[in-house]
Each structure stands twice: as C-alpha cells, then as structure tokens.
C-alpha cells in the first residue's frame, strides 16, 4: 500500500480565495483524521470520520472550514475563504480502528501558505 | 485542563548515548498513550504506545514508562544514533465516552551530537 496519499503538497494563495486540500486514505481503514500543525500551537485536530460519518468536528476553528468524506477511499478539507492565518501545515491520518490501541498512520502533509 | 505537555522543548544528545524525552499529561482518566517521531518534512510516525494498566513497554531500542501516580510519561532511546534526529510528540487518549481521538502534545526537539 502506498500509504495516506495527500495532494497537493505545497499550495500558495492569495486571502480571500478557496483552498481545496485532499486525501487518500490507507484502504480498509475506517477512521480518517484531519490535523494542523503550527509551531504556536502545534498539531491540533480540526475533524475525524469513522465509515464516512464525522464523528467530532470541535476542533475546526469555524465556518470557513469544511470536510467531507463522500467514500471510503476520499476525503476533503476545504477553507472558504482563506486567511492568512490558515497557513499551516495540515496532516491526513487514518487508522483501521478508533484511537485507542490503534496506531494512526500519517500522510506527508500540505503545507498551505495564504498570502 | 486536558492538555499534553513537554518540559523540554529540545534535547541535544552525544551520538551513542541513551536519550530520555519526557512528557506531563494532566487528564487522569486517560487510559492509552503513543510516542510519535516526526522527522524534517513528514508526517508523526508511530513509534510505540502503552496503555494504562502498564507500567513499562519496549520496543526496538525504545522503552515507555508511564507513571499514573504523578501523569508523566516518558521515553527512552538507547544508543541514540543521527538517524533519530527528530521532534518526538507523546499524545493521549483521552477516554471519555470511549472517544476516538488522540490529543498531542506540543513535541521535544532531539538533536544528536557527533
């Protein structure tokens, strides 16, 4: 397996616009997690799904941020509209289980600059 | 609060020495807790986890040690080599309601000295 696939790695773009990230999930997993990583704060967890479904979204930082998840083998992180702010570096996760006892294997990231 | 911390932000080890990275959880309830390794330009890989009925748990030149009494985990390397240059995240399962997320703390740079 080719591991969590995201895409695209890199994007720059200006205030104001749509920023699309995505991600492919290991096959046969059923969670899927979308993270932040800034060095103020860290690596936070904006949103999880288990079987397509969003389980807790608490953690997206609000209404400008969005995912879904309309199958099993994608999955999508859309900000609308973006703000300087958003520049971060943000994970896809999956694993085959919930947290507990189940390793969660990380993709490469996109690293999301907004000008 | 239910943060993960770290008291060192980073670490400088000579090459061959054994490393200990330390990290203060503050929720009591939870039960399942993972060391992540996350190298330049990656994503966290897993490195081990340790759930809360032990006390100790190796893995391949790495050992977890979890004390409940005073919430503090840490982890170990042994024979530290360049290849595990690193920011190191310990991360808890909180347990509420059986919750699936994890929560990170804020990561400890490991820098190895020739």
């Known amino acids: 397996d080719a591991g969590v696939i995201q895409s695209p790695r890199h994007e720059v773009t200006e205030m104001g616009q749509e920023v699309t990230l995505r991600c492919k999930p290991i096959?046969?997993?059923?969670?899927l997690f979308w993270y932040r990583q800034t060095m103020m704060r860290g690596l936070e967890l904006l949103i999880y799904f288990n079987n397509n479904v969003p389980i807790d979204d608490s953690g997206m930082p609000e209404d400008r941020f969005s995912a879904k998840m309309p199958n099993a083998s994608f999955s999508t992180l859309k900000i609308q509209p973006s703000e300087p702010r958003d520049s971060a570096v943000y994970f896809c996760?999956?694993?085959?289980?919930?947290?507990?006892?189940?390793?969660?294997?990380f993709g490469p990231g996109t690293r999301l600059t907004v000008l | 609060g239910e943060s993960v911390g770290l008291h060192l932000p980073t670490l400088s080890v000579q090459e061959g020495d054994n490393s200990i990275i330390n990290c203060a959880y503050s929720n009591s309830a939870s039960d399942y807790f993972i060391w992540y390794k996350q190298e330049s330009g990656k994503g966290p890989q897993f490195i081990i986890d340790i759930r809360s009925n032990m006390d100790k748990r190796q893995g391949q030149r790495v050992t977890v040690l979890l004390n409940k009494t005073v919430k503090h985990l840490s982890l170990q390397i042994a024979a530290t080599q360049p290849g595990d240059s690193a920011v190191y995240f310990c991360?808890?399962?909180?347990?509420?309601?059986?919750?699936?997320?994890?929560?990170f703390g804020k990561g400890t740079r490991l820098h190895i000295l020739p």
């Open positions: 096959s046969g997993h059923d969670y």
């Open positions: 996760a999956s694993s085959e289980q919930g947290a507990s006892g189940n390793e969660q294997f």
């Open positions: 991360a808890e399962n909180p347990g509420w309601n059986r919750d699936d997320k994890i929560i």
